[in-house]
């Protein structure tokens, strides 16, 4: 059994040098591209058009505020034009809120006429489904383009959320309990988020801890009946709440003790559950939310309220292009069957989202070699943005209750 455990041992430590080979080469061929590596805390740099497009503002009237604002960032130069980042756009938007007083350019919530934070579990139990995928490009999309403050809760012991943000618990020094498993022990909740290189963007990170924290909570459920364990990520939310506008949940592929603590969380807020469309995804989507549906009734006897209500209840289609006749024939019935106000479309061809994982980021922040950037862009750039506006006027019309064309209006 110990020599077992030693070739376990063995593969752990190959694993992680082929981890460092891959990641040295992928950085020398971003340098050989772009003359310098990027940096592990930088994220790509945006155009003066892409800029407009995230302000929703016409690239005269930019070049306007730029000219006549006192202290407009001023980007850099990057060949023939100008760049900027995400942590820019964030102030210009702050510095054209202050001159205009028009909500697209600072549309977070409004406390005082009741809008709470907007919180939304991705759940599935099917393994790469896209959960941590969707979660990620939904903050990187209600970020820049949605000018909203993020929180993502990696509520999945893998940490795939954690780790695509930088936030590496093997390689940075995370103290014990620096996750949902340090608050359950009774750490402060604010102690234990982290910045990303995403600006407008947070995440409470996930240790493999996560794994013994449901083991500790189910020994307690044993000993102490009354013990309610599915309210630990709503408390979390509840200390931390007010600086933030959307809480993002990204939930481990099954329905065990966290998951339910997430979908508890979301109660009266969202429900966004990724597949990819084949005949076994589906299958098993519509299983999982039949569990969801009998764990609600049994949460909702225990404690005398309802539970799992969830005004934005959505399917989302991702890692497909629809190009492949099975592909077409269960996406045509999941639209007939469900409708379009459902089901958010297919994302982004699974081809590009493997060519950006290759820089180890997100599609929208990926700094990419020039021979595969123009072709990942254009098509993975325009699914993204489809389906994450879908999200996007969700959370204002459906959670806030406000006018989608609120969002361009003076307030």
Known sequence: MADRLGDVEHLVD???QALDIAWSRSQSLLAESEGQPESHSRPRLYTFQEVAGFLNVSRPALA????????????????????YSPAEIAEMRRLIFAASGNISYLPARQPIIGEECAVIAVANYKGGSGKSTTTLLAASHLALHGGLRVLIIDADPQGSATNTLRVFPAEQVIEPGHSLAGFYHGAEASSLIRQTYMSGVDILPATFELQDL???MIARIREDSAFQFYTLIDAFIGDVSADYDVVLIDCKPDLGLLPISALYAASDGGLIVPFTPTMLDLRSTIQFLSVVASTGRQIQEAVGMEAFNFPMLRLLMGKCDGNSPAEKAIMASVYDTFGRDLVYG??????????????????????????VARKTMKTGMAGITRAMKQIEKDIWTVLWRRRWDEKREAV
Do not use: C
């Open 214 to 216: 449901e083991f500790s």
């Open 346 to 371: 297919e994302v982004v061809p699974k081809t590009e989202l493997i060519t950006a994982s290759f820089a180890d980021q997100t599609l929208p922040h990926a700094s990419l070699p020039d021979t």
């Open 64 to 83: 306007r505020y730029a000219e006549n604002l006192p202290d407009f960032p001023a980007g850099r130069r990057r060949g023939p034009a100008m760049v």
């Open 14 to 16: 190959q694993g992680q």
